[in-house]
């Protein structure tokens, strides 16, 4: 498996793996949670596994952010 990066949001650590062009698979570190799956837009596409739709938005955007800050 190739991890792709790592993001921290709210206190909490989450995994990314680059599976697909534009597609990244998340999973919560402290329990190895698939935490959903998001699509680079636009628009960007969410499927939330453990994290629901509005927490999976903040990690895809933290690391959207990460990524265009270096």
Request: aromatic share 6%; glycine share 10%; charged share 15%.
């Amino acid at each position: 498996m190739a991890i792709n990066g790592m993001v921290r949001v709210a206190g909490i650590t989450y995994r990314l793996r680059h599976t697909e062009t534009g597609v990244f698979d998340v999973t919560r570190i402290v329990d190895d949670a698939p935490a959903g799956s998001f699509v680079l837009g636009p628009p960007m596409q969410l499927t939330p596994g453990v994290l629901d739709a509005n927490e999976l938005y903040l990690v895809a955007r933290a690391a959207l952010q990460n990524a265009l800050t270096g």
